[in-house]
Structures are given as C-alpha cells and as structure tokens.
C-alpha cells in the first residue's frame, strides 16, 4: 500500500499544471514549438505523414513497456479517442506495448556510453528491495510543443526515492532527469486548425476531469532503447518488486 503524501501530491501536480496551462489561451499550435517535436521523428516521414521516430542510443530504467493487460486496455481507449480527432492531422501516438513510466536516465542520445555506469545500476536494480506500488493517474494534459502526456502521482514518492537513491549511489548519472511521474502518450506534430484545436482541447479537458485509476508497478527494467518511443529496444534486466 501506498504511503501518502499529501504534500507530494500538490506539488507534483502543481508542477503539471504550471505547464500543462500554458496551451489555454492558444487558438492553435505554433510551428516552432513544434520543432522539438518534430525533431524526434524521421524527416521524411513527417513529408509523407506517417511519422517515424529515429534512431537514438538511450539507455533508462523505468516500468511498463508494457503494462498489464488491462490498463494497457485502458490508455489505448483513450489513445484511439484522441486519435480519432486528430484524423487527417500530423501526429504521432504511442503504441500500446511500449507505453512506460521513466525513472531514470542513465545515457542520453548525444553522450558517450559508460559501462561503468550501465553496470552499476545492473548491480543496484539487483540488490534493491521496493514493494510493488500504485501510481495514481490523475488526468491527461496537452503541452505547446504536442506532447500529450498522463499525469501520473506516485503517492509515496516510491519513483522520486527511487531517482534520488540513484543519484547517491551512481555518481555519473546524467544531471538532467524527469521531475515528474508521466506516462507520454504522442505528440501533435503540425497546427491543426482553429477548429480542431477547440475540440482537442475540449476533449483533453473532459478526459483531465474524468481519469482517476492506479497502475500497478511491480516490475523495473534496464533497458538500451534504440529508437524513440521504445520502437526499437533491448531489456538488459527486469527487477521484480517484492
């Protein structure tokens, strides 16, 4: 069971908020903040509108990848409403079997491989003992770059201990890390139009009010990702949680 923190909890999704608001006053999105997005796919992929993540050389720990059948029932109901809206338009949605939770990064695309480091979290994922948890998914949001995410709360701080034990005993751990517990669901890689845009935020609104479910997280896997979006991926270890 969850040890709840009720302070975790408000700032955590304060820190979603403070983000997730700013796309309100937009009437749609803007080509350049989409540019990071955009950036993560295959260019001509994007010309011909089936868009393709690249290849990258990443090395994380995080659970899912995928999730239990049901809740992997669950966020792909919820992918294939958005998708439906977003018919005809530039964007790109998760697929079900790689949806996950990132705990840590230990190699991102422009850094050297350290081994040393890759080994040391083996050894660190082996030796740890977590008790399975839930992790409360309260709400969808919408960013001004296309990133759709679940707002995901870790009531007892279960992935945020997590991160910081990591940085205590892995003294090479890249410095920048997620400050939040959010599933990623796809990006919108192109404006859509007044009109739909009225309505994808509608539809984000309705479903922020709606979804309050736990995921059970009683696996973690090491994984070599090798292209954006779990697409192409290598599991180097998979820790059950007691």
Known sequence: ?????????????????????????????????????????NKNSLENKKPIPIKVDVYAILSGISFDKKTTQKITSIINSIRELLEGEDFYLVKSQNLGIEFAILKWPTDEVNHKLIKEAESFLNQIKIPEFNLN???????????????????????????????????????????????????????????????????IHKLNLELNFN????????????????EDKRYILTKKLI
């Open 1 to 41: 069971m969850n040890n709840f923190n009720e302070k975790h909890k408000l700032n955590l999704l304060k820190s979603y908020q403070e983000v997730g608001q700013l796309i309100n006053e937009r009437k749609d999105f803007l080509k350049e903040e989409l540019e990071s997005s955009r950036l993560l796919f």
């Open 137 to 203: 998914i309260l709400g969808i949001q919408l960013h001004t770059d296309g990133c759709i995410i679940l707002k995901g709360v870790d009531h007892g701080r279960e992935i945020f201990n997590l991160r910081m034990e990591l940085k205590k005993k892995l003294v090479n751990l890249p410095k920048k890390q997620s400050n939040w517990a959010h599933i990623p669901l796809g990006r919108v890689l192109s404006p859509i139009g007044k009109e739909k845009m009225i309505a994808l935020k509608d539809k």
């Open 215 to 230: 995921i059970l997280i009683d696996k973690v896997h090491l994984v070599h990702e090798k292209q954006w979006y779990m």
